[in-house]
């Protein structure tokens, strides 16, 4: 998974990657399965623009009375700050989209613009109440495999971290944990208080977070765009990571 150009930094309890380029900060916000090899495709086209970083969210490690949206968004809230980071472009997908939601209704002054990929927060139609069976390995490539719109995206190596993550009881304990808080977590009623220009990037392939998922985000944050990818899923940087880039790009450089 870390196959990546960059070391992974560990500050106290903080694990993250930092491309430390001049420019502004990008900070990339990852969902349940998958860290750094969901975006290697976004900061290898921004690296050398923007000051990429990668908080490794704590979802495995976290106390089990803890393992929350909320605790997660306390830990990203710490290690800005830990960090002194201002002028945020947040970038989530999935959960990661639900933390970035919340971490900038808590801290709205240090973001600058918020991009949305297949995120929770309103609606989500998770693993279901089928956790993956364990040990069925045939079964978690399948699910793994729905998360895109080309099953083949879903490489062996994928595959098999969320393989390992299912079969590891302590971890999929705090999955399911995680999981089933982002749900009861609705954001409805707060996202009108989002002030920051705000992208959405979809699939309009996503049957996690369905196509009307995004247009309800659109409609609720005051002063969002939204874009569709056609021929893709829940993970567009992964997916379809050209259009991806070049629509965020764009955003990036209209909001500079």
Known sequence: MQNMDFQLIEEGKYKF???????????????????????????????????IIVPILPIYELPIFQASVSGLVD??????????????????????????LLFALAEMDRIKTITLTGSSGLFESGMGSTFPKRGDYEF?????????????????????????????????IRVIATAKSALRHNLGDKLQLISVPTLLIWGKNDNITPPFVAEKFKELIPNASLYFVEQCAHAPMMEKPEEFNRILEEFLIKTA
């Open 17 to 51: 990657i930092e491309t430390k380029t001049k420019g502004p900060n990008l900070m990339l916000l990852h969902g349940l399965f998958g860290a750094l090899s969901n975006f290697q495709g976004i900061i290898h086209h921004f690296s050398s623009k923007f000051n």
């Open 140 to 172: 978690i490539k399948k699910k793994t495999e729905e998360t895109f719109f080309n099953p083949e995206v879903a490489s062996k190596e994928l595959v098999d971290e969320v393989y390992d993550i299912v079969n590891d009881r302590a971890k999929a």
């Open 75 to 100: 830990y990203v809230i710490g290690f800005v700050k830990h960090k002194n980071l201002s002028g945020l472009n947040l970038v989530g997908n999935s959960l990661g989209g639900h933390i970035a």
